[in-house]
């Protein structure tokens, strides 16, 4: 069974994107898409990125256990909220601090906002910054807009039906994309 590493990339004071990593953590684990483990950004408090994780002399260990976790994983869902039109920096952070661990690592973004557009604005930014990395961006995305009334505090969807059979093409894209990587390898 493949492993989906979730990402939530917001490490705000009052994020509601993390409903949206819980929804898919439950949706992945209930419906037996695959093994799934979320990689909450706001556990890490990552310094400030000044160096590649392979250049450091004496890395953090959550550093190298974030490594290790990334490393591990057949496929990658960050979840990130958009801010002023791009993602956050904690995300970037994470993005850059690694290099070969994104290699041929198949990544699915779903991009979330508090108004109408659902993050579209910061996807061409997104990914372009894994494309230059070497990972591989799902076609399928999953934009989340209004999501304070779209998800509640536990990650339980306004429309169950209409979410969970956006989740299901999203991920069939996803796990796709991990089975090709893995018939290549």
């Known amino acids: 069974m493949h492993k989906i590493l979730v990402i939530s990339a917001s490490v705000r004071t009052g994020r509601k994107s993390n409903r949206v990593a819980t929804f898919f953590m439950n949706y992945i684990k209930n419906n037996n898409v695959a093994e799934a483990e979320l990689l909450d950004l706001d ?48 995300l970037k952070n994470a993005i850059d601090v690694l290099i070969e661990e994104w290699k041929h690592k198949p990544v699915a973004i779903s991009t979330v906002s508090a108004g109408p557009f659902g993050g579209n604005n910061m996807i061409p930014s997104l990914q372009f910054s894994l494309w230059k990395i070497g990972a591989l961006t799902v076609p399928a995305l999953f934009p989340v807009a209004m999501v304070e ?26 796990v796709w994309c991990m089975d090709a990587v893995k018939k290549m390898q």
């Open 43 to 90: 556990e890490y408090n990552f310094p400030l990125f000044d160096e590649r994780l392979k250049f450091l002399k004496e890395p953090p260990a959550n550093l190298v256990e974030y490594s290790n976790r990334v490393k591990a994983a057949d496929g990658i869902l960050i979840v990130t909220p958009e801010y002023n039109g791009g993602y956050p920096a904690s």
């Open 149 to 174: 009334k779209s998800y509640d505090e536990n990650g339980v969807p306004a429309d169950k039906e209409g979410t969970e059979k956006r989740a299901a093409g999203f991920l069939k894209e996803l």
